[in-house]
Every structure is written in structure tokens, then in C-alpha cells.
């Protein structure tokens, strides 16, 4: 797996003069949202989530990134959400339970529902020891 297929995404925004607001376009799916880009920019970032929480619930793959025409910038969602959107397709291609996983870190049911929801901060050391768990160890890379 390769964080960069999980961590930026191809974002349209679109200002609307008449509602005084911006679509933004994520996935081919385009909602008003916000009267700021950087708002706009966090409503994006929330409809990323929101699509990968859907396919995990329903214990599908989440996509990720996608290569889509006439999208004019990235949204880019951070290597530590890009890491959790990552472990929950492990999870889902292991059929490995979140439960289950904690249980064999020895980790409690917030620690465990923290590691894999992209809206809250994890110790980079937690995420390792689940990935690792799972037969996938974490490995970084720099490329200059």
C-alpha cells in the first residue's frame, strides 16, 4: 500500500455567484458548502471521510485518491489520516474486527476506535504496532 493513493485527492471548487457560496467537487459529487475556500477545503476533507467511513461500515474497500479530469487542485488529507484510511482497508482485507485488533495490541476499545477514525490524532507507534499486527509493518521512505 502506498500512502500517497490514501493522502491527496483531486478537488474542484467552484464559486457560485448567486448563492455566494462554494461547490466543491469530490469523487464526482458536488455539494455547496461554504462561503470561504478554506472552508470549502474542510468540507472536502469531511466528505473523504465521510465516503470511507460508508465503504468501512459496509465492509468495503475504500478506493482512495482518484484520478479524475478538470479537477483543479488537491486536497491534501494528511499522512496521518491517509495511514487510518489505509488500516481500515487492512482491517477489512484481513477480516480482522477493530475489537479483535485490540485485543491482540492489548489496546482498549477508545484506543483502538481512535486508530482508525482519520478525525482524531494517533501516535505514529500505535499505528506501526497495528499494521504490524496485521502482517503489513510500516515502512518510511524519502525520496529527495
Known sequence: MDMKNYRLYRIKYVFDENAK???????????????????ASF??????????????????LFAGAQNVEDFDEILDIGPDAALKLMLRNLLISKAVSENELGRRLGLTKTEISSAVNPRKSTRLGTLDKCFSELGAPLQVNCHL
Open 21 to 39: 457560496a462554494y461547490d466543491i467537487y469530490v469523487f464526482g459529487v458536488g455539494v455547496t458548502c461554504a462561503d470561504t475556500k478554506d472552508k
Open 43 to 60: 468540507m472536502a476533507r469531511e466528505l473523504v471521510f465521510d465516503k470511507s467511513a460508508a465503504d468501512y461500515l459496509e465492509r468495503k
